[in-house]
């Protein structure tokens, strides 16, 4: 004999499954977002190490160095985040056969997953931004000793 | 001396080479650089480059005491240095140091975006570089789009925009053929002419000529002031 709760839970086994396994899949997808844009920020940090040395001797100040990086980083973000949007219109037409009580244009998903990218982009792209304000103008300017 | 810009004394600056032994750079520096004085440093490389940062502020792993005009640099913390440093110091590097991807116009420009200008005053303060350099028909051009001399002309005009009372310069010449080199030179003697107190290192002895005085340091030791 089974309970009515055990009944229902062996329903709905498969399907809880996908969801996990989607869960999973997204929160990597979200990790990978960061580490890719702590990689473009990070390689156009040492781009960029000549610049930042020279603009510091030139008087920029370490939060000066800070909206240069981080001001790049958002632009990639708002470009990277609008094309993904676009993209993601089109494909969840395809899922929307699975969707319950969301459409397929959920405006409040839409929204947070934009916030939510946002958000780990600009930290994964603080940390290049902080070393950058390191840079030292000794080294940039030629410094042997 | 009572019209001294720059005041060094008793400075040092060493760097460690391994448990308890230093390379000294400099030793026990006493110097003296009066208002509108045009200073030549000769040395083994490293030692006026290393005086030169020490000057310019971007090194602070020196003792002794600096002062800056009536500035005790050696009290000051380096954001209060780094204040002072954009308020009275003008760069000027052998490599010239333009950055690529802006215009010449761009070029002039990044030392007043960190300084309080207004937008208006910028755009002044550019235009009257370009007219008094003469390379007003050159403000849209990329680095790369003019010739060494060309360039090192850019990089006077970027030191001295923002209105400092000291100009530094790192081998000015150094990469220059000795015409352009020449007119480089011309002009730093103009610039001392009208007050700028002007500090180079250079291993040229003709470059020395245009100046009024010459430091030669050897071991990090002051063995010639003239």
């Not at chain 2, 053929?177 to 003697?189: P, R, T, V, W, Y």
Request: hydrophobic share 45%.
């Amino acid at each position: 004999m089974r309970t009515f709760d055990q009944v229902v839970s062996e329903s709905v086994a498969p399907r809880r499954l996908s969801v996990v396994l989607l869960g999973i899949f997204a929160a990597i997808a979200l990790v990978l977002a960061a580490v890719g844009t702590y990689g473009v920020i990070s390689y156009f940090v040492i781009q960029r190490t000549h610049e930042i040395g020279v603009r510091m001797a030139l008087g920029a100040q370490p939060r000066d160095v800070l909206v240069l990086v981080i001001g790049h980083a958002l632009r990639l973000v708002a470009i990277g985040t609008l094309v993904g949007l676009i993209l993601a219109m089109f494909s969840t037409r395809a899922l929307s056969a699975l969707l319950y009580n969301v459409g397929a244009f959920d405006l409040a998903t839409f929204a947070t997953v934009a916030v939510v990218l946002c958000a780990v982009a600009l930290l994964a792209s603080y940390v290049p931004a902080l070393r950058a304000t390191r840079a030292d103008p000794m080294i940039t300017l030629g410094h042997n000793g | 001396m009572d019209d001294a810009l720059i005041r060094l004394r008793h400075v040092e600056r060493s760097y460690p080479l391994g448990r308890s032994q230093f390379f000294y750079v400099l030793r026990d520096i006493n110097l003296d650089i009066a208002k509108a004085d045009f200073v030549s440093i000769m040395g083994p490389s490293g030692a006026g480059k290393s005086t030169l940062h020490l000057l310019g502020m971007h090194d602070h792993g020196w003792i002794g005491e600096y002062f800056l005009d009536e500035a005790a640099v050696h009290h000051l913390k380096p954001k209060e240095r780094a204040a002072l440093r954009n308020e009275q110091i003008g760069f000027v590097f052998q490599q010239y140091h333009l950055l690529d991807d802006l215009t010449v116009y761009e070029n002039l420009d990044i030392p007043l975006s960190y300084r309080r200008y207004s937008k208006s005053e910028r755009s002044a303060l550019v235009a009257d570089m370009l007219d008094r350099f003469q390379i007003v028909g050159k403000k849209d051009l990329y680095p790369r789009q003019l010739s060494g001399g060309q360039q090192q002309l850019v990089g006077v005009a970027r030191a001295i925009i923002a209105g400092p009372k000291l100009l530094l310069a790192d081998e000015p010449t150094g990469n220059l053929h000795s015409s352009q080199g020449e007119e480089i030179m011309n002009l730093f003697k103009k610039l001392n002419s009208e007050g700028m107190t002007i500090v180079q290192v250079t291993h040229s002895e003709k470059n020395t000529t245009y100046g009024n005085r010459i430091i030669q340091l050897r071991d990090g030791w002051v063995v010639k002031k003239e």
